[in-house]
């Protein structure tokens, strides 16, 4: 299991223990899960990187390459449905409208707009 996937692991068994308790083989299932949220963040990083740039040397493009790491995963780990809470089954009004989760993606998108306009 990679980070992801332990990170996956230890956040729905801390945060969704009706789902974690649904899972007949954990380690199978977050295995799977690290993996597909890694080749969700390499996907990501990608694009956000693109190609080297003709007048860019090998460090600034390393440099570049990680902070798109970075950012692809922050933009990954806050968008996936592993990662969020459980919803309250008492009232799900409650966990819909988080305005802390909306001022969170206002920032990362601003972050975003930031990085893209600086290139």
């Keep these: 299991m990679n980070h992801y996937g332990q990170l996956v692991h230890d956040h729905n068994r801390r ?3 009706r789902a974690y308790s649904q899972i007949p083989d954990p380690d199978r299932f977050f295995g799977e899960a690290g993996e597909q949220v890694q080749a969700e963040v390499t996907a990501r ?3 956000i990187l693109g ?3 003709p007048c860019e040397d090998l460090e600034a493009y390393r440099l570049r390459s990680y902070q798109a790491l970075i ?3 922050e933009l990954t780990l806050a968008d996936h449905h592993l ?3 459980e919803p309250d089954e008492t009232d799900p009004e409650d966990w819909e409208d988080d305005p802390i ?3 969170h993606y206002r920032q990362l998108a601003e972050i975003n707009e930031t ?3 600086a290139w």
């Design 15 to 17: 945060h969704r223990p």
């Design 71 to 73: 950012i692809a995963e």
């Design 101 to 103: 989760l909306e001022r």
């Design 45 to 47: 990083r990608d694009e």
């Design 83 to 85: 990662l969020q809470p």
């Design 51 to 53: 190609a080297q740039r």
């Design 115 to 117: 990085i893209n306009t």
